[in-house]
């Protein structure tokens, strides 16, 4: 493994290319944990990040495993992951709870989750 | 029981039938063991990641439309635990600092509740958390990290320092220690079914 180097290194130019320029996704549509799985293989001519974010995600994968994995912000990984969305070349899971700040999820949920949590 | 010295994976794929992620946020200051009690309790060694906070919504509270255009990049770990063949949990490690608290509202909605580490040596850096919680109506428990900790102070004393209403759970742990960890998120989910067993008997 190489040291982690900050993704944030004065070089902002560089990350503008990799979304063509565009810097907010244009909807929340990724969650922190929104599992991410590749539809297809890459193909020729695929950008470079779009071929790394499809081998990432083999198996289901969450968008700051992703971000970590490629060591690109989070901002930058929901537009590329919306481009593929698009496209048809990943599918999402999102999670069932996203959105409401508040609310509390159902009982089942988390006794499944202390189950989960008690066999650890 | 594994310590947390034990070598994990840093990368270790998913079973193919998982659907749901879930998120628990840890909360504390500088230094209190956020890493410590994530990695204690992940089945991957806690990664890094960053998110690059552009203007939008940044203290539009206090400021006018005169606040000019700015970026701010946070970091912040997270682990994971598979519960089961469908559920996944992610533990993320978030700075408790007041100048911080966009990263939790933006980024942490739809969390299942939180869990503030404290430093019975730094009991201040709790409170903007505390306060911050509150006013969003997360649910939490206080867990307090008794590594190197020679101090005598009783959780009832650190209730009250803290000003911590009885209904929150407080508890002692050591967050190298994955049984204790693992303590801390089980009286965490089970405060959360508590409270919505309790919503669910309510007409």
Sequence with gaps: MTPRRPVDVGDPDRLYTVTGGRSRADDDSFDLVTLVVSECEPTAGMQSEHVRILETCKHPTAVVEVAAEMKLPITVVRILLGDLLAMGRITARHPRAAGSAAAIPDSALLKEVLHGLRNI | ?203
């Design chain 2, 1 to 203: 029981m594994g310590s947390a010295t034990s070598e994990l994976p840093s990368r270790m794929p998913l079973s193919d039938t998982a659907e749901t992620g879930l998120k628990i946020v840890v909360v504390g200051g500088f230094g209190v063991g956020k890493t410590t009690l994530v990695r204690s309790v992940s089945e991957i060694r806690p990664l890094n990641t960053e998110e690059v906070m552009t203007q939008a919504g940044i203290g539009v509270d206090e400021t006018s439309d005169v606040a000019a255009k700015t970026t701010t990049t946070v970091a912040f770990d997270f682990g994971r635990i598979s519960l089961n063949e469908r559920v996944v949990l992610y533990l993320f490690g978030a700075p408790g600092q007041e100048r911080f608290w966009f990263l939790w509202d933006r980024l942490f909605s739809g969390t299942l509740g939180a869990v503030v580490l404290v430093d019975t040596r730094r009991m201040d850096d709790s409170w903007y958390a505390i306060d911050r919680l509150e006013h969003h109506k997360t649910p939490f428990v206080v867990a307090v990290n008794r590594f190197d900790d020679a101090s005598p102070h009783s959780l009832d004393e650190i209730r009250q320092a803290l000003a911590l209403p009885d209904h929150v759970p407080l508890i002692d742990c050591d967050a190298r220690v994955r049984s204790s960890g693992k303590d801390v998120l089980i009286t965490l989910v089970d405060h959360l079914y508590a409270l919505a067993m309790a919503q669910e008997m309510t007409p």
